[in-house]
Structures are given as C-alpha cells and as structure tokens.
C-alpha cells in the first residue's frame, strides 16, 4: 500500500521569501511518480510540479522545485520568492507503478495550508 | 481551463435523494478518474475507466456507481445520500498509454442537506 504523509497542517511565510513543504511517501514500488498540487480557496487542482523515481535530477518548475531524497523517501517542495498568491494547501500525491489492473491512481497526503503574510 | 469539463459545479440536494455527477475528459484521455474530497478523509481515490471499462476501484461505497460511455464521457452516480457525502467531487483524466500525466476538472461542490 501507498502512503503520503504531510507533517505540517499550516504554515507561514513572509512574503518574498523562500518555504519548504514536507512530504514523505511509502511504497514497494521500484517505479513511482511524486506531484504538488496548489489547491486555492476557489478549490480547483493546480498541478506544479512532478519528480519520476528514476529521475535523476530535482524537478524544477519556475518559482517551484522538487528536493527530492530517494533514500530518505522524502520529496519536500521548496516554493521560492513566495508571494501573496501562493496563500493556499497544497498537496503532495504519488502515482505507484500499476495494479494489476494497470490503474495509476494517484494517492494524495492530507495537505498544508499555506499563508503568506505581507 | 484545463481541458477537463465537470458539471455542474454546485449541487444541493437532499438526504435520501440521487444525484449525477458528469465529467468530460481532456481530448485525447482514455482514463477518467474520480477523487472525494471531505474535511475528515482528504482526498480519496473513488474509481477509474479506461476507454469505457472500469480498471480500479477504491473507497468507493456501494451506493455509488459511476459509467464511462463511448464518447468517453463519465457520470458519477451517487445515490441514498447521506450528510455525511457532502463533499468536492474531482474528475482527472490521462491520456493513453502506461502514464501521461493527470489534469484535473475544476470540480462539483455537493452539498446534501
């Protein structure tokens, strides 16, 4: 079974500064994908960022970056010169290689909310 | 918009009652996915089709059904409606192939009083 687990329900940030969002995952797969999700107060699922298992460098999107620490089984989001938009959750999810039944569901942590603060 | 059309987005019904949920997916997705979200349990993966057959299922109750029909089209039906089923319904589709990455649809808010 797939597991995500983000540690922190809430968090702040001065503006124009830099964060970092915890997430750690579980998995037997050898193969897996990790994303970020931005969910604002309007509620829509933004996709920001995505690291495969085999990558072997972090992922970088914009403002975004993944640090990803295979052994440690860790993939933090480092959210750079935050800005008054970025106030929302945010939600780390892992896509596990296939079930039997060839699905990629994805499994989502529990989120943390994001406030940043002029 | 991401390509992913949900209707509708708001929903208030009653307890007892049966309700539809629709999602169009991204063209050129074969596989539709169907999330829940509600304060007490996150995020929760309901069902998946693929090119009109369903490939998995997870937390999803058996009042619940769901179809994806040959134009690729998905419904949600969710029916005897509790309180406790108010919630976000999501809709992601991707495309063919091992994996192509997900788009979410924006969502239908359901409220059942």
């Known amino acids: 079974a797939q597991k995500i687990t983000q540690t922190q329900p809430g968090m702040f940030v001065q503006e124009k500064e830099a964060v970092t969002l915890d997430c750690t995952y579980d998995?037997?797969?050898?193969?897996?994908?990790l994303f970020w999700y931005k969910q604002p107060s309007s509620g829509e699922m933004i996709f920001l960022i995505y690291q495969g298992s085999y990558d072997q460098q972090n992922a970088t999107e914009g403002r975004y970056s993944l640090n990803f620490q295979k052994a440690r089984k860790s993939a933090n989001l480092v959210i750079s010169a935050s800005q008054l938009g970025d106030s929302a959750m945010y939600f780390c999810?892992?896509?596990?290689?296939?079930?039997?039944?060839?699905?990629?569901?994805?499994?989502f942590g529990k989120g943390t909310k994001l406030s940043v603060i002029p | 918009d991401s390509g992913v059309t949900q209707t509708p987005k708001h929903l208030i019904t009653a307890t007892g009652q049966r309700v539809t949920l629709r999602c169009s997916p991204r063209?050129?997705?074969?596989?539709v996915y169907w999330y829940q979200q509600s304060l007490d349990q996150g995020l929760q993966f309901l069902i998946q089709y693929y090119n009109g057959e369903e490939r998995a299922k997870g937390n999803i109750l058996e009042r619940f059904s769901a179809q994806q029909f040959p134009d690729l089209h998905s419904e949600l039906n969710l029916s005897s409606l509790e309180l406790g089923d108010s919630a976000l319904y999501f809709c992601a589709s991707s495309g063919p192939g091992s994996f192509n990455g997900y788009t979410f649809g924006s969502g239908t808010r359901l409220t059942v009083v």
């Open positions: 998995t037997s797969d050898p193969s897996y994908g």
């Open positions: 063209s050129g997705d074969l596989s």
């Open positions: 999810a892992m896509r596990g290689g296939p079930s039997g039944a060839g699905s990629y569901q994805l499994t």
